[in-house]
């Protein structure tokens, strides 16, 4: 088994797993760092995550870490919280022994795939990265807000003054849509959701798509301009003559799982509409029984 390994550079408790990932893991299987986890091992080669071929990608960190990783890298990935919210994590270190039997688990092939829907899309003609999360249109100018034209599949909706919009995936519906009174959504299900950013003289209503429709945002004045903005990470410029367009991507998100479900990996991150109070406590992956 060749498994990758990439790490939050910054966040020295996912340096610390890393190494000691390597530690446990031992000649088990073939581990490959990224450049990123590099300081975890540094007498290991090490590469760019672009460049790994492995049959499964391990990343330590935060979601953000783990949407730097599915942009870069088409593995199955399992995602190892060290950050602080960690929503698509499916490890959390916080429970002693969820580390270590998770690569326990891992190497034994006890886990399964999941799949998420990703959204693509085009500036003019030229294709953009995909996104796991949202792709998020605002003004160019900071504290400024724009108009902004909305066309579905093609034919113009209308048009919204706003700080921007965001498009986002199922799995970016507990993201920074969340944040400006959008839905969420069960990740299980492939939708596109359409939020505005503090829009003016109109309530901050959301909508949930059909996936096969496409998103086209454009910005009305050539001043102060827009930009596209792909999971929080790069950022390109728009134009009324070259607006963007979203749809639903044929690529697919996959993520290693060992049981956990959708609102299970919610919970204790005050995300969901109700108390959390008195529900029971669920099970961790330590709970499930050991492999053999």
Not at 96 to 108: D, V
Not at 129 to 146: L, Q, R, W
Request: glycine share 8%.
């Amino acid at each position: 088994m060749k498994i990758g390994l990439t790490a939050h550079p910054g966040k020295p408790k996912a340096l610390d797993l890393a190494s000691e990932m390597v530690r446990i893991v031992g000649d088990r299987a073939e581990i490959v760092l990224s450049d990123e986890a590099a300081r975890a091992d540094p007498g290991r080669p090490h590469r760019p995550l672009e460049e790994i071929g492995c049959d499964v990608l391990v990343a330590i960190g935060g979601d953000g870490t783990f949407l730097h990783a599915l942009r870069r890298s088409r593995a199955p990935l399992l995602p190892i919280n060290a950050g602080t919210v960690g929503v698509l994590a499916e490890v959390e270190t916080r429970h002693p022994k969820e580390f270590e039997w998770a690569l326990e688990r891992l190497l034994k092939g006890f886990y399964f795939l999941e799949e998420r829907m990703k959204l693509a899309a085009e500036v003019g003609n030229r294709p953009l990265p995909d996104a796991t999360n949202e792709f998020v249109v605002h003004s160019a100018a900071v504290a400024k807000m724009g108009l902004f034209e909305l066309a579905f599949d093609g034919h113009v909706a209308g048009r919204l003054r706003a700080d921007g919009l965001i498009v986002a995936s199922p799995t970016g519906s507990t993201g920074y849509s969340l944040s400006s009174r959008g839905p969420i959504v069960d990740s299980s299900i492939d939708a596109i959701l359409l939020t505005a950013i503090a829009p003016f003289r109109t309530d901050p209503r959301a909508l949930v798509l059909e996936p096969m429709r496409t998103v086209r945002l454009r910005p009305v004045d050539e001043a102060p301009g827009a930009v596209v903005v792909a999971d929080g990470e790069s950022e390109y410029p728009i134009s009324p003559t070259r607006p963007v367009t979203i749809y639903r991507s044929p690529r697919r998100a996959v993520l290693v799982r060992f049981g956990s479900r959708f609102f299970q990996r919610l919970r204790g991150k005050r995300i969901l509409p109700w108390s959390e109070e008195f529900a029971e406590e669920g099970p961790s992956i330590a709970d499930l029984p050991p492999p053999s």
